[in-house]
């Protein structure tokens, strides 16, 4: 392969990685616009996140085995053509389970363009420059979802919100044609062996339902729907199933045993408090910013762009203090503490809250992600031997994208209880007794009555707009208690590194490449 030609292919690959981590996030700032344009629920739309994730979360273990299988050429750029189609008809659809459902599929395809791109990277860069090569890659991991909120915001605001799907299309053909003529097969194939299709059909049906009662049990009245208690016996049994059948085939699709490792399984447990608090901190800031602060989507996008800046720093910062050998851990505990910070700042917010004091708290939360990403990684396998390392990245990359996935879900649900306990709360306070709120219903009442409205029709018009004030302040403090919430699991689960924190083998930094 010439010079050129090496350039251009890993151009064409990271751009791939980065255009699907941009999905992942670019959606965000777009979910209001979605609801009212599709005339759904912003937790049905939700869905929308969550069904990317799953997607993920499924295709990630068998990547491997898929581009074996298949061969690596055909795997990748089948996959981009099925990400490339599906973006299309997200782009296309005309009700939110019809969105729903391509963007699951458009998920599937994305699962190889991230991992496998990030394998072709290493291999065009000799051994010696592999340090340079996770530089490049981790910049574009990065790029993906810093850009992802400020672009969706920007098309949301100035063209319509299908677009920021439509993108896609264009970029697909592009790296599809580029791989067609430049990519080729790896010079060691990996072996190819027989796949866990039980394994990955108890992952996919217990992954799936449970999802589905964590995001319709709070709106199906829990237990009270036959359909949630159904799918929750049939959640409970195919993953215990699951790990029972994963730790006693001779080759599962995904090796529980190495969690035997203490240092993976500490690992695993934060990655999954990390993804779950990423991914729920990127979820509800753009709706507070939008439907309680009053910011456009653009506006929204751009204060989540300081914070992505200064983690570039951040990433490269942590890369050179690992190469100077600081302990994984010790960058993993100020991450931790960052990001604690970050959501102890957000629970304090107000009505009033400026957007300089949003954008600043974001820095917090984005220098805390880049101080977790790779030095968790880095712990998962610090213990692990070399045949089990590939196991172990992948089962860490799978619990970050499970803690994001159900933590959406979760968080849904939490929002809307936190929602009504305060609803009753301030409308319990609105009593004749209370001279605060009749003063301020007087006050609304003489308003309209100024506007030219009858007494009795400008009392009416005072009370519903009290009423909007009472579920305007309930919003806002349920999105406050849900960032406090999330801050502590941070802190409960953050004692866990002192169980790691004697010195461990020296990290396999050649062998965390892959995510499959």
């Given at each position: 392969?010439?010079?050129?030609?090496?350039?251009?292919?890993?151009?064409?690959?990271?751009?791939?990685?980065?255009?699907?981590?941009?999905?992942?996030?670019?959606?965000?700032?777009?979910?209001?616009?979605?609801?009212?344009?599709?005339?759904?629920?912003?937790?049905?739309?939700?869905?929308?996140?969550?069904?990317?994730?799953?997607?993920?979360?499924?295709?990630?273990?068998?990547?491997?085995?898929?581009?074996?299988?298949?061969?690596?050429?055909?795997?990748?750029?089948?996959?981009?053509?099925?990400?490339?189609?599906?973006?299309?008809?997200c782009g296309h659809s005309s009700n939110i389970?019809?969105?729903?459902?391509?963007?699951?599929?458009?998920?599937?395809?994305?699962?190889?363009?991230?991992?496998?791109?990030?394998?072709?990277?290493?291999?065009?860069?000799?051994?010696?420059?592999?340090?340079?090569?996770?530089?490049?890659?981790?910049?574009?991991?990065?790029?993906?979802?810093?850009?992802?909120?400020?672009?969706?915001?920007?098309?949301?605001?100035?063209?319509?919100?299908?677009?920021?799907?439509?993108?896609?299309?264009?970029?697909?053909?592009?790296?599809?044609?580029?791989?067609?003529?430049?990519?080729?097969?790896?010079?060691?194939?990996?072996?190819?062996?027989?796949?866990?299709?039980?394994?990955?059909?108890?992952?996919?049906?217990?992954?799936?339902?449970?999802?589905?009662?964590?995001?319709?049990?709070?709106?199906?009245?829990?237990?009270?729907?036959?359909?949630?208690?159904?799918?929750?016996?049939?959640?409970?049994?195919?993953?215990?199933?699951?790990?029972?059948?994963?730790l006693t085939i001779e080759k599962p699709v995904?090796?529980?045993?190495?969690?035997?490792?203490?240092?993976?399984?500490?690992?695993?447990?934060?990655?999954?408090?990390?993804?779950?608090?990423?991914?729920?901190?990127?979820?509800?800031?753009?709706?507070?910013?939008?439907?309680?602060?009053?910011?456009?989507?653009?506006?929204?996008?751009?204060?989540?762009?300081?914070?992505?800046?200064?983690?570039?720093?951040?990433?490269?910062?942590?890369?050179?203090?690992?190469?100077?050998?600081?302990?994984?851990?010790?960058?993993?505990?100020?991450?931790?503490?960052?990001?604690?910070?970050?959501?102890?700042?957000?629970?304090?917010?107000?009505?009033?809250?400026?957007?300089?004091?949003?954008?600043?708290?974001?820095?917090?939360?984005?220098?805390?992600?880049?101080?977790?990403?790779?030095?968790?990684?880095?712990?998962?396998?610090?213990?692990?031997?070399?045949?089990?390392?590939?196991?172990?990245?992948?089962?860490?990359?799978?619990?970050?994208?499970?803690?994001?996935?159900?933590?959406?879900?979760?968080?849904?649900?939490?929002?809307?209880?936190?929602?009504?306990?305060?609803?009753?709360?301030?409308?319990?306070?609105?009593?004749?007794?209370?001279?605060?709120?009749?003063?301020?219903?007087?006050?609304?009442?003489?308003?309209?009555?100024?506007?030219?409205?009858?007494?009795?029709?400008?009392?009416?018009?005072?009370?519903?707009?009290?009423?909007?004030v009472v579920l305007k302040q309930s919003s806002?403090?349920?999105?406050?208690?849900?960032?406090?919430?999330?801050?502590?699991?941070?802190?409960?689960?953050?004692?866990?590194?002192?169980?790691?924190?004697?010195?461990?083998?020296?990290?396999?930094?050649?062998?965390?490449?892959?995510?499959?």
């Amino acid at each position: 392969m010439t010079p050129l030609h090496r350039k251009l292919l890993i151009f064409t690959v990271i751009l791939a990685a980065i255009m699907e981590l941009i999905d992942i996030s670019i959606v965000n700032v777009a979910l209001s616009h979605m609801s009212g344009n599709l005339g759904a629920t912003l937790e049905d739309t939700s869905w929308v996140i969550t069904a990317y994730a799953i997607a993920n979360v499924i295709i990630i273990p068998i990547t491997s085995f898929l581009s074996a299988n298949l061969g690596r050429r055909n795997y990748y750029i089948g996959s981009v053509i099925l990400f490339t189609f599906c973006s299309f008809m997200c782009g296309h659809s005309s009700n939110i389970w019809m969105l729903v459902f391509f963007r699951f599929f458009q998920g599937i395809g994305g699962g190889a363009l991230l991992s496998i791109s990030q394998v072709v990277v290493f291999e065009l860069f000799p051994k010696e420059k592999q340090s340079t090569a996770g530089a490049l890659f981790g910049a574009g991991i990065f790029i993906g979802p810093t850009i992802g909120p400020t672009l969706g915001g920007y098309i949301t605001e100035n063209y319509d919100w299908p677009w920021i799907f439509l993108i896609n299309v264009p970029i697909g053909i592009l790296v599809m044609i580029s791989c067609y003529f430049l990519l080729r097969e790896p010079a060691v194939k990996p072996e190819i062996t027989k796949v866990d299709w039980t394994g990955i059909a108890l992952l996919a049906i217990g992954v799936g339902a449970l999802q589905t009662v964590l995001e319709r049990g709070e709106v199906e009245d829990w237990f009270e729907t036959r359909y949630i208690i159904v799918l929750t016996i049939i959640a409970i049994s195919t993953l215990l199933t699951f790990i029972y059948w994963e730790l006693t085939i001779e080759k599962p699709v995904v090796n529980l045993r190495v969690l035997k490792s203490k240092s993976l399984s500490i690992a695993a447990i934060l990655t999954f408090v990390t993804g779950f608090g990423m991914f729920i901190s990127i979820y509800i800031t753009p709706v507070v910013a939008q439907r309680l602060l009053s910011f456009s989507p653009y506006q929204t996008g751009l204060l989540l762009l300081p914070g992505a800046l200064m983690a570039l720093l951040a990433l490269k910062l942590c890369g050179t203090l690992l190469q100077k050998g600081v302990s994984p851990v010790l960058i993993i505990a100020t991450g931790f503490l960052l990001f604690i910070y970050f959501n102890w700042r957000m629970s304090g917010m107000t009505l009033n809250t400026s957007a300089s004091e949003v954008a600043t708290s974001l820095i917090f939360r984005a220098l805390g992600m880049a101080l977790l990403t790779v030095p968790l990684t880095m712990l998962a396998v610090s213990s692990l031997d070399d045949k089990d390392v590939g196991q172990g990245a992948a089962l860490n990359n799978m619990m970050r994208q499970l803690g994001g996935s159900f933590g959406v879900s979760i968080i849904n649900t939490y929002v809307a209880h936190r929602f009504y306990a305060h609803r009753n709360e301030l409308v319990s306070n609105i009593t004749s007794y209370n001279i605060t709120a009749v003063d301020r219903i007087n006050a609304y009442t003489k308003y309209f009555q100024n506007k030219g409205f009858a007494y009795n029709e400008a009392k009416l018009k005072a009370l519903k707009l009290m009423e909007n004030v009472v579920l305007k302040q309930s919003s806002l403090l349920s999105y406050r208690d849900a960032f406090f919430l999330v801050g502590l699991f941070f802190v409960v689960t953050l004692p866990l590194l002192l169980f790691v924190m004697s010195k461990s083998k020296k990290p396999k930094t050649n062998m965390i490449i892959s995510d499959h």
